[in-house]
Each structure stands twice: as C-alpha cells, then as structure tokens.
C-alpha cells in the first residue's frame, strides 16, 4: 500500500511539473555536456560527478542515456557528450544550464579559513525531430578534421565543426566512423543554435553571439561538501541538506523551483 502511495505521489508531481512545459522543443530529448573548468584531477572528478548525477536521474525517468567522453586536443578540462532520449527530457533539464560548484571547505585542514571550489559548466539543448530543418549555410561552417594517421591500425576519425557567426566549437568522436562523427557534430551544432535562439527568443539569425557564453558561465549552484553538507540554488534560493541523495539524482525539487519560477 505504502509502494503504490509513494508512486502516485511520483506520478502527480511529475504531471504537475510537465505541466509547466509548454515552450516549443519542451517534450523533446536533450544533449547535454558537462565540462571541467580546469585539467586538474578535482575538477575532472567534479564534472565525472554530476555526470553520474544526470545519469542517475535520468534512469529513474526511465530514459535512454549514452554517455561518452568527448574531449578535442585544445579543451583545458575534460568534456562530456550526453545524449538523453525520452519525453520532456529538454524541458526538465534546460533548468540546468550553467555552472555547477562544488565547494570544500579546508579550515580545518590549513586554519586559513579558505575553501577549495571546482567548477563544472553544463550546457543543455534540445534534440530535434526530423520534422525541424535548421539550415546552416556552408560559408559559416568551418569544418576540421585529422590531418595525419599516427597509427592505420587505429585512424582518427573524430571531426571539429566551428560556427563561424557565433563562435560556437562542436567537436565529436563519438561515433564509429568520420561521416557519422560528422552528422553527429551538426546535429548537435543545430540543437545549441536552436537552445541559445529560444533563450534569446530570437530567429537563427538574429543570435546576438555576445550574450552566448553568460547562459553556461553563470553560477548556478552550490553543492557545499564539507565540513557541512548543504545544496543551494542561487536562483531559486532552494536548498536541501540531502546532498548524497541529489547527486544521485534527486534534482526534481531544483527543477521544479526554476520552472515555477
């Protein structure tokens, strides 16, 4: 009795939530990457975990998830590609963009009263249906790719794709062979063009490039380890002493504040 109590419960708050999602691209799966502010073992471990935190969210929506390391030689932290299929997925977590901290604090340790923070960026953007056609013209398209095989038992096959108007760098080695690596770049070049263009509520071409970087740079959560264990949104002011149960994926709370919001 107490099971089916607790999943009707699950049901009607997921129901009132999806009820905020009215927003074009909402019922949409979503592309999500997590990137370490910095090389150091810290951050990497930061961005692995709240990797794991998405992850584990998005099981419990019985979503489909595939996850990949997605790193190009020029990115100073390491990066995730995360490719989230199921309905609504955007809509829940377009609340997530921006950067995620994770604060330590060391005074009992060095007596300074410092703290050690990492940074992790998340950027959201929906996947598009077949039915969306986003054209992106070949001259705002530079495309980059493996300039010599250092083994031809193992080619490289990834490809960087860099949008010209905006700056935007897409680079992808997820896929099997080159074509695919490079369908798979512009479709997730189109899916952030489309995201940053809903947030701005403009038309493609009218993306102002400048305001692009604010949406993944600004702090948007706190996630307090040690001595005390605290997470806090800055947007929402909510917060929740149940640290290990959010980074295991129990967000909806932060999800639903925003969209309320």
């Known amino acids: 009795m107490q099971s089916n109590l607790t999943q009707l419960q699950q049901e009607l708050n997921t129901l009132e939530i999806q009820q905020l999602l009215s927003n074009p691209c909402d ?3 979503a592309f999500l990457t997590i990137t370490a502010s910095s090389n150091s073992v810290d ?4 961005a692995t975990i709240l990797l794991r935190m998405y992850h584990r ?5 019985n979503y489909l998830v595939y996850a990949r390391e997605d790193s190009g030689a020029d990115l100073t932290g390491i990066k ?9 997925a955007y809509g829940y977590l377009k609340s997530e963009q921006g950067t995620h901290a994770k604060i330590m604090r060391l005074s009992h340790l060095k007596g300074d009263g410092k703290r050690h923070t990492c940074f992790a960026s998340v950027e959201v953007s929906p996947i598009l249906d077949e039915s969306v056609e986003v054209e992106i013209p070949d001259k705002d398209l530079q495309i980059t790719l493996p300039r010599c095989q250092r083994n031809v038992n193992r080619p490289e096959i990834w490809v960087q794709l860099f949008h010209i108007p905006t700056g ?10 080159q074509l695919h690596n490079k ?3 512009l479709a997730i070049l ?30 948007i959560r706190e996630y307090v380890l040690h001595p ?3 997470v806090k949104d800055l947007r929402t002011k909510v917060e929740t002493t149940a640290i290990a149960e959010v980074l295991d994926g129990e967000i909806d709370l932060f999800i639903k504040a925003y969209l309320q919001q």
Request: with cysteine; glycine share 2%.
């Open 27 to 29: 019922q949409n799966g």
């Open 43 to 46: 951050a990497q471990d930061w």
């Open 57 to 61: 969210w998005s099981v419990k929506q």
């Open 80 to 88: 995730y590609v995360v490719e989230i299929i199921g309905r609504y």
């Open 168 to 177: 935007i760098t897409v680079f992808c080695n997820l896929e099997r062979s």
């Open 183 to 185: 369908e798979k770049a």
């Open 190 to 219: 189109k899916s952030r063009l489309v995201a940053i263009a809903l947030t701005q509520n403009v038309q493609l071409s009218k993306i102002q490039p400048q305001l692009i970087k604010s949406l993944s740079n600004k702090l």
């Open 228 to 230: 005390y264990k605290n």
